[in-house]
């Protein structure tokens, strides 16, 4: 399974890391997401990380979020700084054992679509 977590209060301009470890299999091979649903709208991709470190990011969280991987630990990481009230919202992370390549738009956004899914973790900027 994966468990989310390190979400929180912060004040717009801040930064947050959140972290999506994984339990009882390796993350390696593993393609890991991260999406992001805030209340009344639709979930949005944020990033998708494959193991290779190859990582493609949401056009509204580029040069702000970053994503990396501690394959020892089983955990991906998003570090997410320049926070903005736009970027509250509950934070998923989800695991596909593939190497994906195609756009982050066209990722699939449903549970049914990975291999793991983990629980939310709630990120709330707000001053």
């Known amino acids: 399974q994966l468990q989310a977590s390190g979400g929180g209060l912060v004040q717009p301009g801040g930064s947050l890391r959140l972290s999506c470890k994984a339990s009882g299999f390796t993350l390696v091979y593993y393609a890991i997401s991260w999406f992001r649903q805030a209340p009344g709208k639709e979930r949005e991709a944020v990033s998708c990380?494959?193991?290779?470190?190859?990582?493609e990011y949401a056009r509204s969280v580029k040069g702000r979020f970053t994503v990396s991987r501690d394959n020892q630990q089983d955990t991906v990481y998003l570090q997410m700084s320049g926070l903005k009230s736009e970027d509250t919202a509950t934070y998923y992370c989800a695991a596909k054992k593939w190497e994906y390549s195609g756009s982050l738009y066209d990722l699939p956004q449903g549970v049914r679509d990975y291999d793991h899914w983990g629980q939310g973790t709630l990120v709330t900027v707000s001053s």
């Open positions: 990380s494959n193991n290779d470190g190859s990582t």
